[in-house]
């Protein structure tokens, strides 16, 4: 298949899995190397957020947090509207490797099918723009 | 059952590899739905070419036809198909490779 629906990278880090889960786990750490601003509640089910100064931003969902061996969240797929209830899941491994760390990132969940690809429900969005301006017209004409 | 996501990318890269049909959608796009002899007045081709590219387009699940008197028959844009399309896009363009260097580097400053 190839349609990716997967993405992984292994590297090799000189730095001890401690030192290495504090970059990924914290705002401090995020903003120093993924993205120009962070914020994160880690624990399952927390938000977190990383922003660029160049305009864009990501919600994120903390979904696993075994300190300090597995970090794992879902996000917004890039390129999708904000409201697209899609996430691909990322997940951190840590793997003590002699004084450093070997380091696993596996991101999933890219060949995901929009629910309402070929259904009823994508009809009813397809119609949302008209109707929505429909209501409008009728509010205003109301007015 | 639901579509492969594989036959979906195919059709709407196949869509999308052709010029009048990049316009087609953009028109419809920006403007909304349109006729055949809408788009035709809009673009440098005969209606006869729109039509035949509406056709390809339609069958891809790109564009929806609503019901309507033959020459009348307007024509919808549908994103869904577009929105695989976008996911395979963002598989290709979530660059690890330079996040893993930036946390290398970061790292390597911070001892």
């Known amino acids: 298949m190839s349609f990716p629906d997967r993405i992984e990278r292994t590297v090799e880090l000189a730095h001890p899995p401690a030192k290495v889960w504090a970059a990924l786990t914290t705002a401090e750490g995020l903003a120093a190397w993924f993205g120009d601003q962070a914020a994160i509640d880690l624990r399952p089910g927390g938000a977190a957020r990383m922003s660029w100064n160049h305009g864009f931003t990501v919600q994120m969902r903390v979904e696993r947090v075994e300190e300090p061996t597995v970090f794992g969240y879902t996000w917004q797929i890039s390129g999708l509207p904000e409201e697209d209830p899609r996430r691909t899941y990322v997940e951190f491994t840590l793997e003590p490797a002699g004084a450093g760390t070997r380091l696993t990132v596996v991101e999933s969940g890219f060949a995901q099918l929009p629910d309402d690809l070929h259904g009823k429900a994508y009809e009813g969005n397809a119609g949302g723009w008209a109707s929505e301006l429909g209501e409008l017209a009728s509010y205003l004409d109301a007015a | ?111």
């Open chain 2, 1 to 111: 059952m639901r579509p492969d996501v594989e036959v979906v990318a195919e059709q709407v890269f196949a869509a999308l590899a052709d010029p009048t049909r990049r316009a087609i959608l953009a028109a419809l796009a920006s403007g909304g739905p349109a006729t055949a002899t809408d788009l035709a007045g809009r673009l440098p081709v005969t209606r006869q070419a729109v039509a035949k590219h509406l056709a390809l387009l339609a069958e891809a699940g790109l564009v929806r036809a609503e019901p309507g008197e033959r020459r009348r028959v307007r024509y919808r844009l549908r994103s869904a198909p577009m929105q695989v399309a976008q996911q395979f896009l963002a598989a290709l363009a979530r660059d690890w490779d330079s996040s893993l260097d930036a946390l290398k580097d970061h790292l390597d400053r911070g001892a």
